[in-house]
């Protein structure tokens, strides 16, 4: 069974920082490239992030420069830190597994329960 388990959201201020965990388990989480993906109320899903097998990694341009995927395989966790961070990033993150090995298509088969993100004042 897949498990995608999401934390480390919360409430920041503008500028403040972040840094989300995945957990994942039951598939072999070094053979996929993952992604974050988030929704804002009233939004649909908005890809942020990507990284492959090998450690390359990809981001939207509304994120690049201020947030950073990174994965552990020997913990099976998937990891986003946020930076600089602005009002329009408050929005229900989600760790997303890729549907095909080794490579970031952006097209996911599982994903988990979402973590919030809220950025106010």
């Known amino acids: 069974e897949v498990q995608l388990v999401e934390s480390g959201g919360g409430l920041v201020q503008p500028g403040g920082s972040l840094r989300l965990s995945c957990a994942a388990s039951?598939?072999?989480?070094?053979?996929?490239?993952m992604s974050w993906v988030r929704q804002a109320p009233g939004k649909g899903l908005e890809w942020v992030s990507g990284?492959?097998?090998?450690?390359?990694?990809h981001y939207a341009d509304s994120v690049k420069g201020r947030f950073t995927i990174s994965r552990d395989n020997a913990k099976n966790t998937l990891y986003l830190q946020l930076n600089s961070l602005k009002t329009e990033d408050t929005a229900m993150y989600f760790c997303?597994?890729?549907?095909?090995?080794?490579?970031?298509?952006?097209?996911?088969?599982?994903w988990g329960q979402g973590t919030q993100v809220t950025v106010s004042s």
């Open positions: 997303a597994k890729d549907q095909g090995k080794y490579y970031l298509t952006k097209d996911y088969n599982y």
């Open positions: 039951g598939f072999t989480f070094s053979s996929y490239a």
């Open positions: 990284i492959d097998t090998w450690g390359h990694t």
